[in-house]
């Protein structure tokens, strides 16, 4: 007699735990880029649900303007030894105090652009884990050959929690624009934004412009 069988629907597990080369995959980044995104606890595990959340995090494409973005790390205490914050990198796990004066300075930059921007999103691995709204240039520390930094004046304006979650997102910002502004930016993607240092800066697409 023949075995009587009976077909079930697959369904996707979500139990499901990805390799650190699965989420680079799925996620188009490399190895490093995910233990970074580990390490700041922005991506909580590598829960396959957790990884295609970031997977379809939209990507911020600039029509006008210009969106300078600080591309940062997992919160760490500052390497040089006149830095007097507490942490430079970011972290779920900071306050919005320390976010912010881990986010606010000392960076090469050009101080117009960031100003004039009024916003700074704060990226770990090319996603968005908070934004600083900037009200001006706060000071300009010049070190040896003729390297200089710069601070600003800044409020935080929003926070993400986990990346994986939209309910974790706070947008903290008074004014209407910024706010807008803020919640669409938080946990969206930001990775074409290129430059040589930490501050990179997203510049409008033609292409984009021109649809718009």
């Not at 989420?23 to 829960?47: E, I, M």
């Not at 040089?80 to 972290?91: E, L, M, N, V």
């Not at 117009?112 to 709204?133: D, F, K, N, Q, S």
Request: aromatic share 4%; net charge negative; proline share 5%.
């Amino acid at each position: 007699m023949l075995p009587s069988i009976e077909l079930v629907e697959s369904e996707d597990s979500t139990d499901e735990v990805l390799t650190r080369s699965q989420a680079a995959n799925a996620l188009g980044v490399s190895p490093n880029t995910v233990t970074k995104l580990l390490d700041s606890k922005f991506l909580r595990d590598l829960q396959a649900t957790r990884v295609l959340a970031l997977a379809r995090a939209p990507h911020v494409s600039v029509v006008e303007g210009i969106l300078p973005v600080l591309r940062t790390a997992a919160a760490a205490p500052p390497a040089h030894q006149d830095d007097d914050r507490d942490f430079i990198g970011d972290s779920p796990d900071l306050t919005d105090e320390q976010f912010c004066e881990a986010s606010r300075r000392w960076w090469r930059c050009e101080p117009e652009a960031i100003v004039r921007a009024g916003v700074l999103p704060v990226a770990v691995g090319g996603w968005v884990t908070g934004v600083l709204a900037v009200h001006g240039r706060d000071d300009t520390w010049h070190l040896g050959h003729g390297e200089v930094r710069h601070s600003f004046a800044a409020t935080v304006a929003g926070r993400v929690g986990a990346l994986d979650s939209s309910e974790t997102f706070r947008v903290l910002a008074t004014d209407r624009a910024v706010a807008d502004l803020t919640r669409r930016l938080l946990g969206a993607r930001v990775h074409t934004a290129v430059s040589g240092g930490p501050i990179a800066y997203l510049k409008a697409d033609p292409a984009v412009r021109e649809n718009a």
